[in-house]
């Protein structure tokens, strides 16, 4: 049998060995790489610590090559604590389609085909539908979250904002009470000439920005107030009378025009940079306070979902293809994808980053599957969760570590993922 | 001087002494005094005149036939007289004339005295005493000697090589490489072999390969070179009982002038690599974008989809199929958003090309209706409403073959706005590029009424034809021009609108045109037919087709161009879609570019149909397709 010499190396300081290199048979698995790693450290620290360390390879795909490298060289093999699969907790069952999820730490707010938004627990409770949409509700967000809210001159307790934006060419931002349970419209954001496809708040939770098929971008305030704003077309009565109905009339604050196809999906980078990504096959960086054009990323698919990581301040972007690409907005030059993440089937409908982790994002597609990526592998995903029995619309990653995938098939799936220590941090 | 020379010149001093006339002027050209009348002056410085020469052709013709000495009169140009030769000077004339010597006396032929002769005579020809360098060596052989006596001691010159007497030779194919094949080898052509002699030659042949009587007269009646056997089998008892060959002679002549008339050569054969001829198109990796995969299906249907169409703004498409609903869906998640039902099976769905309208046209049995499906911008949805509400009926109500009615109750909370009753099955509907005429097709072979036009905003209809020759099976506008393409089964007749007149007419050279598709740009047309065939027309170029693609295994029902990217693509009855590469260029020169790209399959043949309809997104490179299994099928 032949053998491979091989040295270990990670960065995180806490799982260090002797950096020597070791002779291990060429014909290694993962599961006997880690049982060496895992032999090492318990040399080294004891006993206790090792009943729970496993450990994965960066270079997954490499290992199956082991026995055609050179047998004269060493191998330089990185790892990594690995981490336990994503363990699937609630499959929630809706009326129709899931267009779209977020979720905080406490509640789940879904999007429906139904025309109307769910709000659940984590347990799988349904706690509030936001019913109030004439058309599906194709995106959802939580603006603000149980804390004292500022109506005016009255003071409410622990109230919740979120906005719901649909077919329908409107935007809608609810208050919810959850101590009472009861939710009420605040206001209607009218202005869109397409369907709302879109939305995403800033992170003064002040603002909201709304992309639709309308191929525009526009610019909402997030805050509730008593009045209405000026309705530019007071000839149509029967629309007014519905307004009223449905919440106060609102304006947009500022339009972005530039994208020449619908704009499919819209983020925020910081408090001053918009980012949205458009049917017209390109990402455009936007200033907010001026509305100006930054950049232009173009790329040679119709974008379906961005997602930004403020960790590793890149984008990925799922588009009409098979392929997860990386990109780096900040560069000037040629070439803008960094990595492409190729394993799904059908076109990457959903993609999210890791909000605690630099490495780690998370892609739905047409072919059913959501995938777990660790970009340092980019050759195979970590974990498939094929829960789903239909398209995969959305997903989406809580700060607590929860992943949830919604879709075609009226289910939203959650998956527990172990929170992992950032190696940045470590 | 010789005897002739001082005979001339005593001619010359006699002529002159005799006419009395001195030339005082010198021998000069006679010319010079040409216009004068006289030649020179005398001692006196007197003219001297001419004599008077005032003889016109008359008189030089009298003069010619009664003076017996005209022929020997000559005229003197020094003195311009005439002058009378005598009988000597005749006979000088005659003598010079015949190249003989001018002196009568002169003998040319005299004995030679051979004083120098090759006989040795004891005294010498001469009396002159030999030279002194006769008797000396000479200088100029000494330094020659001189000269070659040192080339022969520095080496420069070598005696002569003794001749060799031995012949020379060499050998002729000494560079000739044994192993190569030579022309004279490879062009040798080896005699064809004679035939072998088999049982019916044999002195005793088996008694299957004797001829009966009959066989026999019959070979004795057939011409010789129609007879199967050029003799006839025998039988003899033994070997030695077997006469001699009669025939030997004669078949040796014949083999000889087999082997010498018949010519034997190699019959050239073209190596012509077949790589070569097939033709040098870019590859389809090089011309992307175009559809590839299959992304969604879009299911729902529960029986053949007929036809499919997109919203100008590309969210939207609408199929009609045979379960008589009409459905709705969103193109970038399959959804299927809404379902309206119709009286019949859908034949034909037509989105309203203007953005700014809202309409979608269907047809079913002999109805179409006009829906408005509320979907996209709401306010373009209202407008639609609108304008179709507020049509006020004209005063004059002019007799239509269409019936317009507008929708009510349940149906217009379906959608459904205007509902046009033809008097025949409608088999397709088309918009025009505005928006606001629509033509229906209702197939029915000799009739007149087979083409409609409708005007949607005043609700007219006309019958653009009088008269229509043969089956009509598809109808488009043209995208830019007021033109209007009418397919029947053999041709596309283009009519000019405004003109109202036939401007062309294709001919497909296919038995069927199933489907037909105008290139956006106007100037090519697409056709495909139910024997398989795709033509493409470049009408600029001839009215026969620029080529015919014949890549379907199975009827084409449905043909379609892509309004932006240069594609187009066929759907056919063997379940799949071509994407074709379809370059067509500003410059007139350069023909249109085509090149198949891919083969899309998905549909499961249903009832020996496969792909119904075949539709381009308006803005991606993406294709839609419709098959009879029920369902639509979205190639990215």
């Known amino acids: ?426 | 001087v010789s005897d002739s020379n001082f005979s001339l010149l005593v001619f010359i001093t006699f002529s002159v002494r005799s006419q009395d006339i001195r030339n005082t002027v010198g021998n000069i050209p006679m010319e010079w005094y040409k216009d004068y009348p006289h030649i020179g002056y005398d001692l006196e410085g007197k003219k001297i005149f001419k004599p008077i020469r005032n003889k016109d052709e008359l008189d030089e013709f009298l003069d010619k036939m009664e003076n017996p000495d005209y022929w020997r009169t000559v005229q003197d140009k020094m003195t311009g007289a005439d002058i009378r030769l005598s009988d000597e000077q005749v006979d000088l004339v005659h003598r010079l004339q015949q190249g003989k010597f001018g002196d009568v006396n002169f003998n040319e032929y005299e004995p030679a005295i051979d004083f120098f002769s090759n006989e040795v005579m004891i005294h010498p020809v001469t009396n002159r005493p030999q030279d002194k360098r006769s008797f000396i060596p000479s200088l100029i052989e000494k330094e020659k000697v001189g000269k070659l006596v040192h080339a022969i001691k520095m080496g420069w010159i070598k005696p002569r090589r003794p001749k060799e007497t031995t012949p020379q030779y060499y050998d002729l194919w000494a560079k000739e490489d044994p192993n190569s094949i030579l022309g004279r080898h490879k062009m040798h052509v080896p005699a064809p072999k004679m035939k072998l002699p088999g049982h019916e030659e044999s002195y005793n042949p088996p008694p299957e390969y004797l001829l009966s009587e009959e066989e026999r007269l019959a070979w004795e009646q057939q011409d010789p070179e129609y007879r199967k056997l050029s003799f006839l089998p025998q039988k003899f008892a033994c070997l030695r009982a077997v006469p001699a060959y009669s025939r030997f002679i004669h078949e040796r002549f014949e083999r000889c002038l087999d082997l010498y008339l018949c010519p034997r050569q190699r019959k050239m054969r073209v190596n012509v690599n077949p790589e070569d001829l097939i033709p040098k198109l870019p590859k389809p990796k090089d011309l992307q974008p175009f559809p590839t995969t299959q992304s969604l299906v879009y299911r729902g249907h529960s029986s053949l989809v007929r036809s499919i169409s997109v919203s100008p703004s590309g969210q939207w498409l609408v199929s009609g199929s045979d379960d008589c609903t009409v459905r709705f869906w969103e193109v970038s998640t399959a959804r299927c958003l809404k379902t309206v039902e119709v009286g019949g099976a859908v034949k034909g769905v037509a989105w309203n090309p203007n953005p700014s309208i809202c309409l979608v046209a269907v047809s079913y049995d002999d109805t179409v209706v006009l829906l408005n499906p509320g979907l996209g911008d709401r306010l373009v949805c209202t407008a639609t409403d609108q304008l179709i509400s507020s049509y006020e009926e004209p005063e004059e109500v002019m007799d239509q073959s269409v019936q317009w009615a507008v929708a009510e109750g349940e149906g217009h909370e379906q959608g459904h706005r205007l509902i046009l009753k033809h008097p025949k099955t409608v088999r397709q509907v088309t918009w025009h590029g505005k928006g606001d005429y629509l033509a229906c097709v209702m197939p029915d072979n000799g009739s007149s009424l087979q083409v409609v036009i409708h005007q949607v905003s005043k609700r007219r209809t006309q019958n653009p034809f009088r008269k229509n020759k043969g089956l009509v099976q598809c109808v488009s506008f043209h995208p830019i021009r007021p033109y209007f393409f009418v397919a029947t089964q053999r041709y596309v007749r283009v009519y000019n609108l405004i003109k109202q007149e036939l401007t062309k007419k294709l001919m497909a050279n296919c038995k069927w045109i199933s489907s037909m598709a105008i290139h956006p740009g106007g100037d090519n047309v697409i056709c495909g037919s139910y024997d398989c065939r795709l033509a493409w027309f470049d009408l600029d170029l001839s009215t026969k087709p620029y080529k015919v693609l014949r890549h379907h295994k199975k009827a084409l029902r449905s043909v379609a161009y892509h309004r932006h990217y240069p594609l187009f693509a066929s759907g056919s009855d063997d379940g799949s879609v071509i994407v074709c590469h379809g370059m067509v260029y500003n410059d007139l020169l350069q023909n249109p570019l085509i090149v198949p790209v891919k083969v899309l399959k998905g549909h499961t043949i249903t009832h020996d149909l496969g792909v119904l309809d075949v539709t381009f997104h308006p803005t991606q490179p993406w294709v839609f397709s419709s098959g009879a299994d029920g369902t639509v099928r979205l190639f990215t």
């Open chain 1, 1 to 426: 049998m032949s053998q491979v010499q091989a040295r270990f190396f990670t960065e995180n300081k806490k799982y260090l060995i002797d950096d020597v290199p070791f002779s291990i048979p060429a014909a290694s698995e993962v599961a006997d790489l880690s049982g060496v790693i895992n032999k090492l450290l318990e040399a080294k620290n004891g006993q206790d610590l090792q009943d729970f360390l496993k450990v994965i390879f960066q270079k997954l795909c490499g290992i199956y090559y082991l026995e055609t490298w050179d047998k004269t060289e060493v191998v330089e093999i990185e790892y990594v604590e690995k981490f336990t699969a994503p363990q699937p907790e609630e499959c929630i069952m809706h009326d129709d389609w899931i267009s779209s999820v977020e979720a905080d730490s406490e509640w789940i707010l879904t999007g429906s085909y139904d025309k109307t938004a769910r709000i659940w627990s984590m347990e799988g409770k349904a706690v509030m539908t936001v019913a109030g949409h004439t058309d599906v509700v194709k995106d959802v967000a939580w603006v603000k979250r149980s804390e004292n809210l500022q109506t005016g001159s009255l003071v409410v307790n622990d109230a919740s904002l979120l906005l719901t934006a649909s077919l329908d060419q409107t935007i809608m931002l609810w208050e919810w009470n959850s101590e009472r349970n009861k939710v009420e419209a605040r206001h209607c954001c009218r202005g869109h000439a397409g369907s709302v496809d879109t939305v995403a708040v800033d992170p003064t939770r002040t603002k909201f920005c709304s992309g639709s098929w309308d191929k525009m971008l526009k610019i909402w305030s997030a805050v509730p107030t008593v009045e209405e704003d000026e309705i530019e077309e007071p000839n149509r009565p029967r629309k007014k009378q519905k307004t009223e109905q449905m919440g106060l009339t609102r304006t947009p604050l500022m339009t972005f025009s530039g994208h020449n196809e619908a704009v499919s999906s819209v983020l925020w980078m910081d408090a001053e940079e918009l980012c949205s990504a458009s049917w017209d096959h390109t990402i455009r960086l936007w200033d907010a306070e001026t509305g100006e054009q930054k950049s232009t990323l173009t790329g040679s698919k119709v974008f379906n979902s961005i997602s930004y990581s403020p960790l590793c301040r890149r984008l990925a972007s799922g588009s009409t293809d098979r392929h997860v690409r990386l990109w780096d907005p900040r560069s000037k030059d040629g070439s803008l994808v960094l990595l492409s993440l190729t394993s799904h089937n059908g076109w990457v409908t959903a993609v999210r980053w890791s909000p605690s982790h630099e490495h780690q994002l998370v892609s739905g597609s047409l072919d059913n599957v959501v995938k777990l990526w660790d970009t340092r592998s980019c050759k195979a995903p970590l974990y498939d969760l094929a829960a789903h029995e239909d398209k995969i619309l959305c997903v989406d990653w809580t700060e607590n570590g929860l992943i949830l995938s919604g879709g075609a098939d009226n289910k939203l799936y959650t998956y527990r993922y172990s929170t992992c220590v950032s190696d940045a941090g470590a």
